[in-house]
């Protein structure tokens, strides 16, 4: 195959220049073809058993790429030395899409053995999870490998918590390469997905920037006590629809999260942007998926560095 032959060519050429191997969007295109429609295949399934998954997939990548890279960590079940990012406090009882993962994994497998990332079939499970439901398209930059390791502490400590003020935010953000706005497009991510009552809990109880019928209604679901595990959606409108009513619903002061609801107060530096995503969807779409390509190129593992993991959940 002729351009195969030029790919790798091209591929060879991209590292020697460098000295490190660079994503790119047709890194399997002559390894594995196929990857593409398996993984949009097993998204799509994945959703119709569940319609709830395609924002967990989202999130396991997000949670993956904020720990250490973009390198499947998350994914590594604990052995008898590692305790890994699975039961950190942003995971335990939360991180949920590993068996959907496995199976699309699975698939792949069959169709190219020991080519094909965890780490990149993340990245395209998230993608092809928005465009499932309805939101914006883009091309994934592939090439990540795998780690051989996964550290709780470093999950801890790198991603982002819900209690957290605009400027601890930020910070965070910016301890990842990511900008205000990347902060604030991402957050757009909860127009999809749930969250338990302990998440939300202090926002609903104690926070003053929260619409009041709103929060009762909350409150009526997630008592002072208890019930830590009761759901309730990030976008109380159209949940399994991803669209920007997520910063219409900041704007009335209707966020679930303290988080979210940090974004907008009616005096914050980041107010603007809540603005313009809430009346502008395109603007939205397309600021959204630039800021997942940036969120996706954290720290990859490339060239010869980790490796292909057979199983997500160990190393080989
Ligand atoms: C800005 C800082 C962020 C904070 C503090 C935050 C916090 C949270 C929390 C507390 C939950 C609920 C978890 C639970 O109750 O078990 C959640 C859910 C979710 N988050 Fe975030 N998040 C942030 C950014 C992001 C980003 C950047 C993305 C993706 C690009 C994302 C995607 C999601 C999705 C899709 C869900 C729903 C998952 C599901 O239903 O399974 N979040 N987030
Ligand atoms: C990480 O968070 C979990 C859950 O909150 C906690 O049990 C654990 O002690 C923390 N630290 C480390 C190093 O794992
Ligand atoms: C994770 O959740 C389980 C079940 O609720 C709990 O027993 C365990 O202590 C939690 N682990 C950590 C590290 O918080
Ligand atoms: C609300 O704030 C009070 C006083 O700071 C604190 O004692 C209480 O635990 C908080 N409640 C929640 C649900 O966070
Ligand atoms: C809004 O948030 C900013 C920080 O982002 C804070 O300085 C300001 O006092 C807040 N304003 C109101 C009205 O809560």
Redesign the pocket.
Known sequence: MACCYYLSLLALALVTQAGAAELSEEFYSCSCPKLAPIVKKGVAKAIQNEA?MG??L??LH?HDCFVNGCDASILLDDTGNMIGEKTAAANN??A?GFNVIDAIKAEVEKACPRVVSCADILALAARDSVVHLGGPSWEVPLGRRDSTTASRLAANNSI???F?SLTA?KSNFAGHGLSVKD?VV??G??T?????C??FRAHIYNDSNIEASFARSLQSKCPRRGNDNVLAP?DFQTPTHFDNLYFKHLLMKKAL?H?DQELFNGSSSTDNLVHKYASDSDAFFKDFAKS?IR?SKIKPLTGTKGQIRVNCRKAN
Do not use: K
């Open positions: 709830r924002a967990s989202l999130r997000f009882n939360s949920r982002p918590a819900p957290l935010l902060l991402l957050s991510a909860h999809i997905g749930l969250a338990r302990v998440q990030l999260l988080s997942m969120m």
